[in-house]
């Protein structure tokens, strides 16, 4: 294990008017091995490798690239050095085919003319070795779910001639499947003496796949060379929080057998996505949805709060139906959902943080339409605060937050709408381990004050962990439904399988 | 200007008059009277629509020519526009400025008789050009074009055209300029009124927007919506160059071919024989209006008339240019 | 602190770069005038320097001519008309869209409010019915083009662009191409008058400026304009009715069209469907020079008024100085380039700071 | 299966409705003649309806006069000029920008490539010379744009509405607004020729779209102004050198104007000032109306060549039809719109099916 080292970063900092993402990080990673950069939102992991695909200027700093000191002025500088990125926010363009995208800034061509069987035969060897021939070289990205996109930005960092892959929560919208065969191809890579450099908040992942780590915190270097399979956990969260953290689902509560229904659901169906839901949800209760990536529950989400228009079926909360095909009539029954795209769904970018906090609420801090902005302002820094936003000024805009800390902000806007049925949809992406156990208490302390909570997520044991009852969806069916106590991960995985075989 | 026409008003009987110089170019044919002697120096504002064709472009060069051609004179000359929000800023800032005299060529005669009448109530002698104000208050003297004219003698000529060739059943084509134009209206008015004389009507008309490519455009969905026409009159001898084009390139001369304004290049082509005739509308209106408006600001009579004072309303012959005459014109024939 | 941009984002699309918006983030508590200014002022300090160059240009060709009360009536009053509309289309432009149809409004609802039906109720009544008239037919074209692009999905564009042509021809043949003038009683007293030693006409612009200022900064219509335009997704998943909401949005430059037919109805005294040619491009121009984002998402009134000043201003002090057109075209083209990249250093340098 | 959209922005953001692109997702394979077919029937169907329709009442209400072979060449010719400038166009917008000054440089490099100077020149050289002037005066109006916008970080609308108003002016100045005509041997008998029993502009523009659609579907090029247009942050960090593309962007619309400049010379036989007047905004609409996305990441030419035909026939169906200008301006809106509906339908038919 003691191959040469390929990349060592030195001493980087990296400002941004007001914040100082990195502040003298240093990160060495040897040829073939799979090291591992852990740190909580905002620690300035997706800056540092930013910095080193060229896609920001480092303040200060240096770069040495196999012995040799380097600059990377831009991105395909970078590239040309045989360092490629997947980056965390997928960066694909819709309207090219995926082959095209694979391929883009790096054309098969002659004399500029594209050669399309060449680059769509190559784009589909690629996809091949990724384990997903089903996509089609020819298909429209913008088209693809976003776990395609996903394998579509492997495949496309693939297609470099490389020594190095850069992968920034490459597992964030994969299931546990689709972990296991990006696993597989990472191991190809490192038996051909590449090295990758992994981002996760899954710990349970870098001890499976990663050789080494190196923890960020608050843009420094706090710990490295750990040896991924042999740290504890225990130490990995407390180099990177700077505590011990309780890494665990928090007690459930009691759901009384005959407290009231406040969300149901019956025979709701939407074709081509999925056929005959039945869900009830229960004043206080967690309802986990469990599948497969595409097996339709975001859909079933999102027909529940009107955001599409179902086929047939009725949704009732509180023993009102509610009108389908209207977000409007949703939320004022008191539904919320947290969408699975932050980024598009879910935020404003350009605007600070406590408008996007306040925008499902705007009519409470009216008065004949006017705003009462100082109320406005305090309520929502009340819930940012509440969820340990970093950095907690509510003034930013809310683009220049890291991942997971935008995803707080999209729960903070439902906690202060204080709504009686809250929708979930992979609440936890992107959000770190501390973050993410906060969030759990968060959640089951909500539904102790009586909400009634819907949660998807990839993650099975985080849907058998946090919720009381769980369906399992497999390709737009409910192939079972019970107490999440009495079901286990593997028994979750065989429904769905068998789900998918009949 | 060549051809006057001068009247006290529109019902007197009208006085052959040449009230000086032949303006245009600013050539100085000395009348006798010495109103072309230096006087007081003298500021005068010019305001015309955006010159977005050789005719206005023409107005424009002629009145700065014409204000060159007096040592006592200095020239403002005010965006040209067709936005009367803005002409009439343009207006107000001439009066700020207390301009001595103003001319204006208003994009709209009645959009602009408001702040008119405010200059003239400051004191500022006002020359009204081409469109008439609303109110006779609102201006000292104007000097109009007669557009009912131009129709009227296009229409005559048509009429004799068709009885000296004695076409049965003629197919007559109108080309008209910008259609939302009041003058527009007013040119097609006097052609129809002068057709019905003669017991005819336009079969087809088009308009175009007094710019070539407009004219080209125009032309050539006319000559195909008429496969056999008789008499075309087109408004504008600017729009004319692609009207003209248009045939060419249709291969299309079956018929008798009327312009309007007269061009130059209108009457190059009476000339040659590629056009029958052509109604003048002179762009040296607004060169008299300088003229004249000199003559108001430094308190001078027209001592080429037998009554001196400036005539509160002038307006323009719209005579006929054909082969016969079209020497005579030519001066007059601006390059578009 | 305030001024930070996602940098990847602004280095790639130019669009980016004129962020700029109103909100109060980081200005020092104060009375609402104090934060009004620093906002005005810190904002948009490079359209201040703008405007303040070309009156010292202004003042120092012609001298007293520019720098005198009456030259500041007639700069306004000009401002006045076009400025009316261009704050309704700040509206729009913020909450993501685009109307090209604002100059054929005017045109058609000067027309309606002068025709003799319209007139001879007023005579009988009060001219305050060629008032109602004028916003009445605003609102309305203003509704049309808010369905066709709300629930017809059209774009913006494809769709204002259709009523700029059919309103512009639907006041031809209401009028007859003719010029309506107008002999209501107390109409043209009213609106040609002073008030406080000010022209109506830029009172009446003065009162839509702050009534636009409330309306953008202070409510919740406001708030939600800017989400719609920043992210429509992201508004109707937070229960935004979007759709409706951008309607409200043609129908309020509807209505500030209809207010300027008014007041261009009041200042010429006709009504014409010559009125408001090429107002749509002015218009936008100003909105976009004073920093609100086309493409949505960021808007401010403060800079649209200095835009619509900017191009007033520049207006006079050509006509001032006795510029032939072809070169004040030309000099425009320049300075309005010159105008915005200074703006934009100004605001940079402003920014790290 | 490959046609899903995620429903919460199709049914959000309006202008997401006009996607379509000519990539060949889901064609079957075939000669490249089959997929342009399959890629501009299927994906246009919306459009060739509405072209049809357009014919078939001219037909019908004109009969003779319509179903002609001269009249077919009449609409094709006048066609040809304004749709090289909308073939140019097409790439700007597909980029993600916009550009106002293409009837401002038409006129320019028409003026330029017609001076007494230039005319001497082509007379003693060849007329080619005049061909190149106005080319490398489009061309270089363009890259005064495509600087300003990618470097000097203006927003598209403002800049080229600069150049908009420079460019005329500077025609003015050079022309003295004058119309110039030409008398060069040899021009206008090759220009206003006809080749193969079609007119030589017809030609030209059969080759300018031709060229055009090979560009942009079947090179690097136009895969990367796809990318630029449609996520610039991911194009700049697939190592695409964005601000460089935005310049070529704005080189070749200018091109673009500059063989339209010529076309419009020859048609003409003079060069103006005036000529090109608002092409600008009916570029844009034919080429939105075709389908390309106004804010950059689709495009389509043969949805282009289909606005521009829909418009020319229109032109023409109306003056057969011997209509007054008011009526045809709120025909030409309403057509508009119902063609735009009528595509959004069909086209969402042909989809889920
Ligand atoms: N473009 C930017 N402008 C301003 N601040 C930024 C920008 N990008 C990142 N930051 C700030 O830099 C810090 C580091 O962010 P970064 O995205 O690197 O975090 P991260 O470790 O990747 O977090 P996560 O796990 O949530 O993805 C954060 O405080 C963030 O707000
Ligand atoms: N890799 C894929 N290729 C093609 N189509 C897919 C793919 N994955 C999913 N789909 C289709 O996309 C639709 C919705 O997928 P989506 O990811 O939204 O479902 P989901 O259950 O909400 O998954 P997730 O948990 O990731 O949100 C499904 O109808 C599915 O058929
Ligand atoms: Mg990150
Ligand atoms: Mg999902």
Redesign the interface.
């Known amino acids: 294990m003691t191959a040469e080292t390929i990349l060592q970063m030195s001493d980087i900092v990296k400002t ?3 914040v100082r993402a990195l502040d003298g990080v240093d990160l060495d990673v040897r040829k073939g091995e799979v090291h591992c950069l852990l740190g909580q939102n905002g620690a300035g992991k997706s800056t540092l490798i ?1 910095v080193l ?1 060229g ?2 200027q480092p303040d200060s700093g240096t770069i040495t690239w196999q012995g040799e000191r380097v600059r990377l002025n ?3 500088a970078a ?1 040309n050095q045989g360092i490629a ?1 997947i ?1 965390q926010e997928l ?7 995926v082959a ?1 995208n694979i391929y ?4 098969l ?1 002659a004399a ?3 050669r ?1 069987g060449d680059t769509e035969r190559a784009a589909g060897r690629l996809l091949e070795r990724l384990g997903h021939p089903e996509i ?1 070289p ?3 990205v ?2 693809l779910p976003a776990a395609g996109q996903q394998i579509v930005s492997m495949a ?1 960092a693939l297609s470099h001639d490389v020594q190095l892959i850069v992968m920034d929560e490459p597992s964030a919208v994969l299931d546990q499947e689709e972990v296991g065969r990006l696993f597989s191809v990472i191991r190809d890579l490192t038996a051909d003496d590449i090295a990758v450099i992994y981002i996760s908040h899954r710990l349970e992942e870098i001890r499976e796949i990663g050789d080494r780590v190196t923890v960020l915190k608050d843009g420094r270097t706090v710990a490295t060379g750990l040896s991924a399979p042999d740290t504890p956990t225990s130490e990995l969260i407390r180099e990177m929080t700077g505590r011990d953290v309780e890494y665990a689902f928090p007690e459930r509560g009691m759901t009384a057998e005959d407290a009231p229904v406040v969300l149901d659901v019956a025979g709701l169906s939407s074709p ?1 996505d999925f056929t005959d839901v039945d869900l009830r949800v229960r004043r206080g209760e967690i309802v986990g949805l469990a599948g497969l990536v595409g097996s339709g529950r975001s859909e079933i989400l ?1 027909t529940i ?1 009107g ?2 228009k179902a086929g047939s079926g009725s949704v009732t909360v509180d023993g009102r139906r509610i009108r389908p095909g209207s ?2 009539a ?3 029954a008191g539904v919320g ?1 947290c ?1 699975e795209e932050r980024k ?9 943080i406590y ?1 996007n906090v306040s ?2 609420t ?2 409470r ?2 008065r004949g ?3 009462r ?1 100082g109320d406005e302002r305090a309520q929502a820094e009340q819930h940012v605060r509440a969820l340990d936003v970093r950095p907690a ?1 509510v ?3 809310a ?2 937050l890291s991942g997971g800390n935008q995803q707080k902000i999209v729960l903070a ?1 439902w906690l202060l709408r204080e709504c009686r049925v809250l929708l979930l949809d992979e609440p936890t992406r992107g959000v770190d381990v501390g973050a993410r156990s906060e969030l759990y208490a968060l959640v089951r302390r909500l539904a102790d004050e009586g909400v009634a909570v819907v949660l998807v997520s990839s993650e099975i044991p985080e849907v058998l962990g946090l919720a009381d009852r769980v369906l399992v969806l497999s390709e737009g069916h409910v192939v079972h439904e019970g107490q999440a106590d009495d079901i286990d991960e593997h028994q979750v995985l065989d429904l769905v399988m068998e789900g998918s075989a009949a | 200007a060549g051809a006057l026409v001068v009247g006290c008003t529109s019902n007197e009987p009208e006085e052959e008059a040449n009230a000086g110089g032949d303006g245009g170019e600013g050539g100085n044919a000395e009348p006798a009277g010495g109103n072309n002697e230096p006087g007081e120096e003298v500021t005068i504002g010019f305001s015309g629509p955006e010159a977005d064709h050789g005719w206005l472009a023409a107005v424009t060069d002629s009145a700065v020519a014409e204000a060159e051609s007096f040592e006592d004179v200095t020239l403002q000359v005010a965006e040209g526009t067709n936005d009367a929000n803005l002409q009439i800023s343009q207006i107000e800032t001439f009066i700020n400025q207390e301009v001595d005299a103003i001319v204006v060529l208003p994009s709209d005669g009645a959009q602009l008789t408001e702040v008119a009448t405010r200059a003239m109530d400051a004191g500022i002698p006002v020359v009204n050009v081409d469109r008439e104000f609303s109110s006779p208050d609102a201006s000292r003297t104007t000097i109009l074009g007669d557009n009912y004219g131009m129709g009227v003698t296009a229409g005559t000529y048509a009429c004799q055209l068709i009885e000296e060739n004695d076409i049965q059943d003629p197919v007559i084509a109108e080309i008209a300029g910008i259609d939302s134009l009041p003058l527009t209206q007013d040119r097609t008015q006097g052609f129809n009124d002068a057709l019905d004389k003669c017991g005819q009507t336009v079969d087809n008309r088009v308009a175009a927007e007094f710019t070539v490519e407009s004219g080209e455009a125009a032309a050539s969905n006319l000559l195909q919506a008429a496969p056999q026409i008789d008499i075309i009159w087109n408004h504008d001898d600017d729009q004319g160059v692609g009207v003209k084009q248009a045939f060419d390139n249709a291969g299309r001369d079956e018929f008798f071919f009327i312009g309007g304004a007269g061009s130059a290049n209108a009457m190059r082509w009476i000339k040659n024989g590629e056009m029958e005739a052509t109604v003048l509308y002179p762009p040296t209106q607004a060169a008299d209006g300088i003229r004249l408006a000199r003559l108001l600001a430094q308190d001078k009579g027209m001592s080429d008339l037998v009554q001196e004072d400036v005539p509160r309303r002038i307006v323009l012959d719209a005579p006929l240019v054909t082969a016969e005459n079209v020497d005579q014109y030519m001066h007059l024939g601006f390059e578009s | ?9 602004a280095t790639t699309s130019p669009a980016d770069e004129h ?1 700029r ?1 109103e ?4 200005a020092p508590r104060g009375s609402a005038f104090g934060r009004f200014m620093s906002s005005s002022a810190g904002r948009n300090v490079g359209l201040v320097v703008a405007l303040l160059v070309l009156c010292v240009v202004g003042a120092a060709t012609t001298g007293q001519l520019f720098v005198d009360v009456d030259n500041a009536m007639t700069i306004l009053r000009y401002a006045s008309v076009i400025g009316v509309v261009a704050i309704g289309m700040t509206f729009v432009v913020t909450g993501g869209g685009f109307d090209l149809s604002v100059g054929a409004i005017v045109a058609l609802a000067s027309i309606w409010s002068t025709t003799v039906a319209t007139q001879t109720m007023a005579q009988d009544f009060h001219w305050i019915v060629m008032v109602f008239t004028a916003i009445a037919v605003g609102a309305g074209c203003g509704l049309v083009n808010g369905v066709l692009i709300a629930y017809g999905k059209m774009a913006p564009f494809i769709a204002t662009l259709a009523m700029m042509a059919a309103a512009r021809g639907l006041a031809e043949m209401i009028s007859d191409k003719r010029t309506q003038l107008v002999d209501v009683q107390g109409f043209g007293d009213f609106f040609s008058g002073d008030f406080l030693g000010l022209p109506v006409l830029v009172w009446i612009f003065a009162v839509v400026c702050a009534v636009a200022w ?1 309306l953008l900064n ?4 406001g ?2 304009t ?2 719609v335009g ?2 429509a ?9 979007v759709n409706r909401h951008t309607v409200l949005l043609y129908v309020l430059v509807g209505v500030a069209c209809g207010i300027a037919a008014v007041m261009l109805t009041a200042r010429t005294s006709t009504g014409s469907a010559q009125h408001g040619l090429l107002y749509e491009l002015d218009a936008i121009a100003m909105v976009v020079i004073g920093g609100t984002l086309l493409g949505g ?2 808007g401010t009134i403060v800079g649209t008024i200095f835009g619509v000043l900017i191009f007033s201003t520049l207006t006079n002090v050509f006509t001032l100085n006795n510029l032939d057109t072809s070169t004040q075209a030309v000099a425009k083209g320049a300075i309005i380039v010159i105008a915005v990249l200074l703006q934009q250093r100004v605001a940079a340098r402003s ?2 700071s």
């Open positions: 941004f008017p007001g930013k695909s896609a920001h831009t991105p395909m590239m990125t980056y960066d694909l363009v819709d309207g090219l085919s095209e883009l800034g790096h054309e061509a500029g003319f594209s399309h089609s020819q298909q429209e913008g088209k496309r081509g999102e709060y955001a599409r977000v409007a949703a939320v004022n959902l969408p598009t769904q879910g935020l404003l970018l350009d605007e600070a408008r925008l499902a705007l009519g801090f009216a339409g006017f705003l902005r000024d003034e930013r805009t683009g220049t806007r | 602190m305030s001024e930070q941009t996602p940098v990847p984002q962020r918006v909100s109060v983030e980081g409330v202070r409510t919740t219509f708030r939600r800017i989400a920043g992210n997704t992201a508004a109707r998943l937070a229960g935004i009715a998402g960021r920014d790290t």
